[in-house]
């Protein structure tokens, strides 16, 4: 589950500090094997140290994400951060400290420097969807037979209004680098 090499620095570590021999989980253990287990139980996270979260970074998207991961990460989150530093989904970080009445001014900076990243992927998903978007309507023309007042009741406007949407959409598409 663990790389080697992080196992070995852990032992190297627990021998550095606690000497070779000791007692570790109950057992009489290996320093490898005491490295291993402390790691399947605690995961790493704690091997941070507080200076690597709490000096200030902004600008820095890593930092960021680290902070607010470790500062608001709950559920599968919370796992995959103890056990593996795998950050949270930048909008749900940006989402956290934005709802978090108490946050620090490291909170509010982490947050606005993951903004720029958030727009980003929103921006990437929109164009997702309006190739989708595009392709049903198309979809429903081509293949369904629809009429535009058909396409237009499903989507809540008027024919006049989908056939417009149906132009614009086209024109997005075209134009979006892939």
């Given amino acids: 589950m663990f790389s080697s090499q992080i ?9 550095g500090n606690f000497g ?3 007692q570790a989980c109950g057992d009489y253990l290996s320093p490898y094997k005491a490295a291993e287990k402390l790691l399947e139980h605690r995961g790493i996270a704690w091997l941070l140290s507080d200076d690597d979260l709490t000096e200030i970074r902004p600008g820095d998207r890593t930092w960021a994400a680290e902070y607010l991961t470790a500062r608001y990460a709950t559920g599968q989150d919370a796992v995959e951060w103890r056990l593996r530093l795998r950050p949270m989904p930048a909008a749900a970080a940006v989402a956290a400290a934005h709802a978090d009445s108490g946050a620090d001014e490291a909170a509010r900076l982490a947050a606005l420097t ?3 990243a958030v727009r980003a992927e929103l921006e990437i998903l929109l164009a997702e969807l309006d190739g989708t978007e595009l392709a049903l309507m ?9 009429t535009f007042r058909r396409i237009g009741d ?7 209004g989908a056939e417009q949407r149906r132009s614009r959409l086209e024109q997005r598409v075209t134009s979006t680098p892939r």
């Fill in 154 to 160: 499903a989507l809540s406007m008027s024919r006049q």
């Fill in 20 to 22: 070779a021999g000791q």
């Fill in 138 to 146: 198309d979809a429903l023309k081509d293949v369904d037979g629809a």
């Fill in 7 to 15: 196992i070995g620095i852990l032992s190297a570590y627990l021998v």
């Fill in 114 to 116: 993951l903004v720029p």
